[in-house]
C-alpha cells in the first residue's frame, strides 16, 4: 500500500514539474494582436510647424521559429492621427492622419542558460504616413525604408512570466541613424495564450503596445 501510494506521489509530483517546466519554456513561434500607440516628432523648420504625432489604433505580429536558433519575425502596426499645421503658433489647417508600419525581420537566439537567451534580430521597416485635408482635398503621403539592428536578452523572471530587453539601431529613410531600446513582459495563463506589453523608445520616437499571444 505505501508502495501504491508513493508511486501515485511521484507521478503526481512529475507532472506537476512538467507542467511548470512547460510554463517556463520560451517559444518563438507565436502569434499576437492588440492595441498599440506610437509618439513621432514632427520635423520643424523657422516658418512651419507639424504637430507631434501620437496615432494610436492595433497591431499584428508574430515569430517563427526556423529551427533551434533561427527564427522569422513580422509585425503590421496601423494607427490614426488629427494633427495640425502651424505657422508662427497660428492653426493653418488641420490633417487627418493615417499611419502604418511593417517590420519584417530574421532573428537569432544563444541560450547564456536554462533561462536566458541572448537574441539578436535585424530586420526590415516600411514606414507610411499619409496626410488628408477632406475640405480641401488635399492629400500627402510618405514613405520611408530603413534597416534595423536590435541586441538584447530575453529570459524567465517566474515560472508563468517571461521578460525582455534589448538596444537597437536604426537608419534609412524614416530613422537617421537612431539609438534606442525597449523592454517587455509576457505573463503566461498557459502553454498557449497570455498578455504581453511593451514599451520601446528613441530620439523622438516612443511606442506602447498591449496585447494577446499565442504560442506554438
Request: net charge negative; aromatic share 8%; hydrophobic share 45%.
Given at each position: 500500500m505505501?508502495?501504491?501510494?508513493?508511486?501515485?506521489?511521484?507521478?503526481?509530483?512529475?507532472?506537476?514539474?512538467?507542467?511548470?517546466?512547460?510554463?517556463?519554456e520560451r517559444s518563438y513561434t507565436y502569434l499576437e494582436a492588440g492595441y498599440v500607440a506610437q509618439a513621432l516628432q514632427s520635423p520643424r523648420d523657422a516658418r512651419f510647424a507639424l504637430d507631434d504625432i501620437d496615432a494610436r489604433g492595433g497591431y499584428l505580429a508574430g515569430s517563427l521559429a526556423l529551427g533551434p536558433q533561427w527564427y522569422l519575425v513580422?509585425?503590421?502596426?496601423?494607427?490614426?492621427?488629427?494633427?495640425?499645421?502651424?505657422?508662427?503658433?497660428?492653426?493653418?489647417?488641420?490633417?487627418?492622419?493615417?499611419?502604418?508600419?511593417?517590420?519584417?525581420g530574421l532573428g537569432y537566439r544563444h541560450a547564456l542558460s536554462e533561462r536566458l537567451d541572448w537574441t539578436a534580430e535585424l530586420s526590415w521597416l516600411d514606414t507610411r504616413l499619409a496626410f488628408e485635408h477632406k475640405p480641401l482635398a488635399l492629400?500627402?503621403?510618405?514613405?520611408?525604408?530603413?534597416a534595423r539592428l536590435a541586441l538584447g536578452v530575453r529570459g524567465d523572471l517566474a515560472p508563468n512570466l517571461e521578460g525582455w530587453?534589448?538596444?537597437?539601431?536604426?537608419?534609412?529613410?524614416?530613422?537617421?541613424?537612431?539609438?534606442g531600446g525597449g523592454?517587455?513582459?509576457?505573463?503566461?495563463?498557459?502553454?498557449v495564450w497570455g498578455v504581453s506589453a511593451h514599451a520601446e523608445a528613441?530620439?523622438?520616437?516612443?511606442?506602447?503596445?498591449?496585447g494577446v499571444r499565442a504560442s506554438f
Open positions: 505505501n508502495t501504491a501510494i508513493a508511486r501515485t506521489l511521484a507521478a503526481a509530483l512529475a507532472g506537476a514539474l512538467s507542467l511548470q517546466a512547460a510554463a517556463q513580422a509585425g503590421l502596426y496601423k494607427g490614426r492621427d488629427e494633427v495640425a499645421l502651424r505657422a508662427a503658433g497660428v492653426e493653418l489647417a488641420k490633417f487627418d492622419l493615417d499611419a502604418q508600419q511593417a517590420v519584417l492629400r500627402e503621403r510618405s514613405d520611408g525604408d530603413d530587453a534589448r538596444l537597437r539601431y536604426t537608419d534609412g529613410d524614416a530613422y537617421d541613424g537612431e539609438f523592454v517587455g513582459l509576457l505573463l503566461k495563463f498557459n502553454r528613441g530620439a523622438g520616437n516612443r511606442q506602447y503596445s498591449v
